[in-house]
C-alpha cells in the first residue's frame, strides 16, 4: 500500500511539473514539450546510472520512475529502454525499437484521429 501512495504523490508531483514547464510559460510551443521530454530523458538517466552505485528502496525507485517521472514524461522511460538495449550490446534491437516506437505511434496518433473523424461522419448520417 506504501507502494501505491509513493507513485500517487510522485504522479500528483510529475503531473505538476510537467503543467508549469510545458504550459506556465506565457507562450505555449512544442519546443516547452520538447524540453520537459529532454529534462525527463536527462533525469531518467541521471537516476538509472546512480541507483547503480547508491541504493535506494524499490518504493523509492518507483516513486521517482513510475510516478514522477511517469507522470512528467514517458518519453523518458521509451528513451531509457532504448539506451539499455544498445548498453547490452542488442544494436539492431535498439535501432527496431527506436523507429517501431517513432512510426508506430505517429501511425496510432494518425488512426487514432482517422477514426473518430469517420465516427463523426458516420453519427451524422
Avoid at 47 to 57: A, I, T, W
Avoid at 80 to 95: Q, W
Wanted: hydrophobic share 60%; glycine share 10%.
Amino acid at each position: 500500500m506504501v507502494t501505491i501512495l509513493l507513485i500517487i504523490l510522485g504522479g500528483i508531483i510529475g503531473t505538476l511539473a510537467r503543467y508549469f514547464l510545458a504550459y506556465g510559460a506565457t507562450i505555449f510551443t512544442t519546443f516547452n514539450i520538447l524540453t520537459v521530454n529532454y529534462i525527463g530523458s536527462f533525469i531518467i538517466g541521471a537516476c538509472f546510472e546512480l541507483f547503480m552505485f547508491v541504493k535506494v528502496s524499490q518504493d523509492i525507485e518507483k516513486f521517482i520512475f513510475i510516478g514522477i517521472l511517469g507522470a512528467f514524461t514517458t518519453f523518458s522511460t521509451y528513451s531509457l529502454e532504448a539506451v539499455k538495449l544498445f548498453l547490452a550490446g542488442e544494436y539492431r534491437s535498439g535501432l527496431w525499437y527506436i523507429v517501431k516506437g517513432n512510426l508506430f505511434a505517429i501511425l496510432a496518433v494518425a488512426l487514432g484521429m482517422f477514426a473518430v473523424r469517420y465516427l463523426r461522419i458516420l453519427l451524422k448520417s
